[in-house]
């Protein structure tokens, strides 16, 4: 039978909704996994609705799923929002405080799980954790990518996103989740990257010379990307003082003769 799975994790901005799609991405693509996900999210520091979406296959996936599989609700609105974009016999993780009645929803006291492992902000730790054990990936995975990932920052952190990694696993462990499949040893098909690299990366390939941007994200990843490698290629990167003045470079540069780009988000548009 074919894996083909999308998870939803929803929430407010700062509640560390890319976190968790980080750690479920690196553990599927350690198991050989394909994936493909979009990253939401409103321009604003604390609030508002964002949502970092994760299709899940044993085959290539080059576009994002409609149904979902499995919603990690981290506040009500998430729930609200996707709830219609449940397939059948989907499930929703909500936090026991925040929860409704409903029959496809499971309620998991996050912050409480996070507290005990060390410091409720883990509480996104947690929630990784309880996403993959309802999909049935194996717990030494998630603490190879878990210690991969936070190393940086010492030990003493490693152990308290494992310890809470392992809260969420086994807070969910008994529940039968029709969605679940084998995850079978296998080596990586391929590398992580995001959308924003991914432009810097085909600019440059396509030898451009010059680039314009006024940081706003997402744009900003495309700007940082091309400003880094700038020393290593003929390339001038130029930030501009708004999103016109950007916008008229790159057509100014590209009158002179070179390859000229620039890219803005939503806002700056």
């Not at 998870?7 to 394909?34: F, S």
């Not at 954790?129 to 194996?138: F, I, W």
């Not at 590398?191 to 006024?214: E, H, P, Q, V, W």
Request: glycine share 10%; aromatic share 8%; hydrophobic share 45%.
């Amino acid at each position: 039978m074919s894996i083909d799975i999308s998870v939803n994790i929803g929430g407010g901005a700062g509640q560390g909704i890319q976190t968790v799609g980080d750690i479920l991405a690196r553990v599927c693509l350690k198991c050989g996994l394909y994936i493909m996900a979009i990253n939401d999210f409103e321009s604003r520091i604390r609030g508002g609705h964002s949502f970092f979406q994760i299709r899940i296959s044993d085959k290539p996936v080059n576009a994002p799923g409609h149904g979902i599989n499995l919603l990690l609700a981290l506040d009500k609105k998430s729930f609200d929002l996707h709830e219609k974009e449940l397939v059948k016999d989907g499930l929703c993780l909500m936090e026991e405080n925040e929860t409704s009645s409903k029959k496809n929803i499971i309620a998991i006291p996050f912050l409480e799980l996070a507290k005990e492992s060390g410091g409720k902000i883990t509480s996104n730790t947690v929630a990784a954790g309880a996403c993959l054990a309802l999909l049935g990936a194996p717990f030494g995975v998630i603490r190879e990518i878990i210690t991969e990932g936070f190393a940086s920052k010492g030990q003493d952190i490693v152990d308290k996103n494992i310890n809470a990694a392992k809260a969420g696993y086994e807070a969910v462990r008994e529940i039968k989740f029709k969605f679940a499949f084998k995850w079978k040893a296998s080596r990586p098909k391929g590398i992580l990257i995001d959308g924003s690299k991914a432009a810097a990366l085909g600019a440059l390939a396509a030898d451009c010379r010059f680039a314009a941007f006024y940081p706003m994200s997402p744009a900003t990843g495309i700007m940082a990307h091309l400003a880094s490698a700038a020393n290593d290629f003929p390339l001038v990167v130029e930030q501009a003082e708004d999103e016109i003045a950007a916008v008229n470079m790159a057509i100014g540069a590209s009158f002179a003769g070179i390859r000229a780009m620039t890219a803005t988000s939503g806002g700056g548009f």
